[in-house]
């Protein structure tokens, strides 16, 4: 009887110290139950040490070309034009109150610099044409707005932007849909998922850090000389390579969710999980799409900003008193909101092709 008393006791013993194991497996389990129920829609193309068919990874899609993507943009908006220049307008007005417009005098300083540079050419000047370009050059990274801003006016213009965003994917969803909203619904209503859409900003800055820590390396190694020798050189640029690839991949899907996740109650990582399946096959012709607006949204800068700046030299070599008006750095200002606003409209219509069409 002792010796089965004893047993029973070390058994008990035994069971109470495996208790705490079985008790973390147990939550493994749950939870890797509850991963498999949350990704069990996941889009799997490629198998890992099987060869992948072209047939068996290309996803097909229905969108229009490029040019009638960017052109239907524009009509899109012009279309609506009752309710995107107000807002455009609302915009740039608190732009200029909370964050600051670029001052004229810093604008007539790189207008000095250029005609400084100038007197260094064999002619001695150059061209109005040339120095409008320049002009635009020095002054299209700000944006028309204040280039000494502080903590406070950061804050404020990341918060302006994505109120754009989100008022602008909330106008567009609802005139799609075959709605009439007014800008005061959009103002109102849009801001719910404000909380979300930051959240997934947090990712998309953790996915670019590759593309950051090249910049720094980039530079260092111009300071240090470390790219003269061709075999530093050629190892640096496929470091380089991977980096860049790594971001732009995971970028080409998440720059998509911060469009899903203004959905109603689509939450952060259901939004990216979600559109990284989306664009699982067509990041390369989203990748494309994006090139190509960024350079509609240069032409748009070139074609509209440079009879503006010549304008400006015009009349204020007419007329002094206008001298210290900022006409160049509050049109920059409106075309920089524009050009926003276009950007998501872009980049919505393009989500909506692709989560409108049914795959067979």
């Known amino acids: 009887m002792a010796k089965t008393a004893s047993k029973k006791t070390s058994s008990a013993k035994g069971s109470k110290k495996s208790s705490p194991f079985k008790a973390v497996k147990g939550f493994m389990q749950v939870q890797r139950a509850r991963w498999k129920e949350f990704r069990k829609d996941k889009v799997k193309l490629h198998k890992s040490f099987r060869r992948s068919y072209r047939e068996d990874y290309i996803r097909k899609t229905q969108t229009p070309g490029l040019l009638s993507h960017a052109m239907t943009t524009f009509q899109f908006i012009f279309k609506h034009w009752r309710t995107f220049i107000p807002f455009i307008l609302l915009m740039a007005v608190m732009y200029v109150v909370l964050v600051g417009l670029l001052s004229e005098d810093l604008y007539q300083q ?9 007197s260094e050419l064999a002619s001695g000047q150059i061209g109005n044409f040339a120095k409008a370009g320049l002009l635009l050059i020095s002054t299209i990274t ?5 280039t000494g801003m502080g903590e406070s006016q950061l804050i404020f213009m990341v918060l ?10 909330y106008l567009m969803r609802h ?4 709605g009439k909203p007014r800008l005061r619904d959009g103002i109102y209503n849009a801001l719910g998922p404000l909380i979300s859409t930051l959240l997934v900003f947090v990712v998309i800055f953790i996915q670019a850090l590759p593309l950051m820590l090249v910049a720094i390396t980039y530079s260092a190694a111009q300071v240090t000389d470390f790219l003269s020798e061709p075999f530093y050189a050629l190892v640096y640029f496929l470091f380089a390579a991977v980096m860049i690839i790594i971001s732009v991949y995971l970028l080409s899907s998440s720059i998509l969710a911060l469009v899903a996740v203004t959905a109603p109650g689509v939450y952060p990582m259901r939004a990216l999980f979600s559109t990284s399946d989306l664009m ?7 990748i494309i799409r994006v090139i190509y607006l960024i350079l509609t949204v240069i032409l748009l800068y070139v074609l509209i900003m440079t009879p503006i700046i010549l304008l400006d030299m015009w009349l204020k070599n007419i007329w002094e008193w206008i001298y210290g008006i900022p006409i160049v750095s509050f049109c920059m200002l409106l075309l920089t909101c524009f050009v926003f606003i276009y950007a998501t409209a872009y980049l919505y219509r393009y989500y909506r ?3 409108d069409y049914q795959e067979k």
């Open 110 to 118: 790189f207008q000095a610099s250029i005609d400084e540079s100038s």
């Open 142 to 146: 700000t944006g028309g707005l204040d």
């Open 160 to 169: 302006l932007f994505l109120i754009m965003w989100l008022v602008t994917i």
């Open 175 to 178: 005139f799609m849909a075959g």
């Open 280 to 286: 699982a096959g067509r990041r390369t012709k989203f």
């Open 353 to 355: 092709w692709l989560l």
